[in-house]
């Protein structure tokens, strides 16, 4: 596989723009958009200078996941008595590349300011960089300057390429095989903390392998029956509640494939959805499609949620669409750029990729969310998950 030379070539340019010589960087979402790795236990460390190939670094056991052609690479021990102290490891290899490419009065970019970050693979234990390691960059570019990166960063992960699209399908076509599980077997009976499992276990068992995707992550919170599902309008827990015949059941979908990320949202109705659950629904993915319609290059911010909530205005359902349009997809769950939501500056570029999402939450009759992950075509909207279709 060539390098993926456009995503670099943005960044570059932000840094040059910047006044920033070189990228230090260590959180996953990063180390993902310099060098196509996807971190197993977030101890790897991503060198970007403003010219030349990016440089990885990355614990012994991880080896077999870093890609040559991304990235020139070295390993480092990690873990074991053999290996001595990560921070000194660190040392060593930062102040050999200072040294190498002569950046020892360099501007230099680094994350300062991410507060929500991407996982890595191992999400039961999470790697966030803190005040040792400020410390270390601090000493080892010690005639350095060191500036925040976050904003240089999010700006060039904004645009996606023709890659970074098919990887972004990739990870929705796996996301889909978990909810169309869920459409198949769900039954009255069941709890949600067995839906989200069931949905979860196919991701798991059948997402590695899938055109060759290798490391699978997928965490699906379900919220069912007039209650239930109406506490969708934020991310909440999946209980033991039994759903029952004729409930709205509401998945909630995070996949990651080899650190890239879907975001979908499904709603199924256990047994038989009577008129008023059809008729709803079907005007929530009115509204949803007519939001989709919006994104499209040169269109505002703001244009697909007014175009979703004028349409659900007009299905009498405004009040109860209590939360933004969509937001950001690609190296994180959530991204900044772009927010789909009233009173938000900003145009839609091509190659932005955006969750299309809007949701009614009735009470005494449920919630009703339907979520795609959009990208802005030059002339209209790129689905890269499936539309859902009209009850």
Known sequence: MAVNTFRLDRLRAGMKQAGIDVLVCRLPENVVYLTDYWPHHGFSVAVLPV?????????????????????????????????????????????????????????????????????????????????????????????????????????????????????????????????????????????????????????????????????????????????????GTLLVPSTTYVVQDGDFVMVELATVVDGYWSDLTYVAVAGTPNERQKSVYNAVLTAQQAGAAQMKAGAAFTDPDTAARESLNAAGLGEYFVHITGHGVGWRYHEFIPFLMPGISGTLEAGMVSSVEPGVYIPDFGGIRIEDNVAVGQDGPVFLSTPRQPW
Not at 88 to 109: H, I, Q, T, W
């Open 51 to 231: 010219d030349g190939k990016p440089l990885l670094f990355l614990p012994e056991v991880e080896e077999d996941y870093a890609k040559p052609e991304w990235a020139d690479y070295a390993l480092f021990g990690w873990g074991l008595l053999k290996d001595g102290d990560l921070y000194e490891n660190y040392r060593r290899l930062l102040s050999g590349v200072r040294d190498r490419l002569g950046l020892s009065k360099a501007v230099v970019g680094v994350e300062q300011s991410f507060e929500v970050v991407g996982s890595t693979y191992r999400a039961a234990e999470p790697v966030v960089p803190a005040a040792p390691w400020a410390g270390l960059l601090s000493s080892v570019f010690a005639e350095a300057k060191l500036v925040d990166v976050a904003g240089v960063i999010q700006m060039a992960r904004a645009i996606k390429g023709s890659y970074e699209l098919d990887m972004l399908r990739w990870a929705n076509e796996i996301a889909e095989m978990g909810m169309n599980a869920f459409l198949a077997q769900l039954q009255p009976g069941m709890t949600e903390v067995e839906i989200g499992a069931l949905i979860e276990q196919t991701i798991r068992a059948k997402g590695p392998g899938h055109k060759g995707a290798r490391l699978v992550r997928a965490s699906a919170e379900v919220g069912a029956g007039p209650v239930g599902s109406t506490k």
